[in-house]
């Protein structure tokens, strides 16, 4: 019965589906953003010291919400400068709404906005092959390293291309959510697939230690309601179901012994809490912002 479980990123409108109902049901965004606005103004105060233009990489930037917002914070810093913002980002739709969500925007006309189709290492391998060393004063990679191959590679490439006052800021899902918790668990007995791999802030951390880089940690708390799975043949619930387990149809393809374990485990107090007759999963993230 398990074989017929397929990865949810193997069907991508269903995909596309599940993640917008999990942005609806999460304080995902709302917890990046209170992220951008209280601490990222510290964290980028002097990367632009002395310079006429500031160059910003997004690395998987996706539809360009959480960028705007931090694009906006360096122009509050710094008033005028000009400002190089490149996104690497390998889905042509994405790039769309990035593109259209940059047209409905005031105020970016001091901002240069170049987009490269490709994926973080396809850039490093046309970097490399042209022989550029691009430096940067700021280089973010929100919720993407999960779909990298080699993290700790990838981590040191980017590293390497920081300015002598930059910084690299990550974020992902946090070692002490729900989402770490589900992942170290029931991992295995999931669909594998080579597009995704169960990461977390926990294991990046071990990552930076190993490689000996000087970081600090944020934790950004935030919570998703998973009520709706907890209700038989709720297709919002079916479909967060999906989004959790990271499975096409969890519902209807995984063993009633899987399903039921993990049906369980949701409800335990290690991943979710309950309030008010409701079920809020633990979506904590982390940002990690590393020093050149």
Known sequence: ???????????????????????????????????????????????????????????????????????????????????????????????????????????????????????????????????????????????????????????????????AKAKLLIILVSGTSGWARLWKKYGPRLPLNDLCLYVSSADIKEQLNTIGLKYQVYELPSTMDITNCFIKGNKEGELLMDFLTETCYFSKTSSLDLKNEIMEELKKPECSEEKDGKVFFNNNLSAIVIEP
């Open 1 to 163: 019965m398990a074989s017929s479980m397929r990865s949810l990123l193997s069907d991508h409108s269903r995909y596309v589906e599940a993640f917008r109902l999990f942005l609806e049901n999460s304080t995902e965004h709302q917890c990046m953003l209170e992220f951008v606005e209280k601490k990222l103004p510290g964290i980028i105060s002097s990367i632009g010291s002395g310079k006429s233009a500031i160059n910003i990489l997004s690395v998987g930037g996706g539809s360009g919400e959480i960028d705007l917002q931090i694009l906006s914070k360096v122009q509050a810093k710094y008033p005028g400068v000009t400002i190089n913002n490149e996104v690497i980002e390998p889905s042509g739709e994405q790039i769309l709404s990035y593109k259209e969500r940059v047209a409905k925007t005031p105020n970016l006309e001091n901002i240069k906005f170049t987009w490269h189709k490709e994926t973080s290492s396809e850039y490093k391998s046309r970097m490399n092959e042209k022989k550029v060393l691009k430096k940067w004063d700021f280089i973010h990679m929100i919720q993407m390293l999960y779909y990298v191959k080699d993290i700790p590679a990838t981590i040191k490439y980017f590293h390497s291309l920081l300015e």
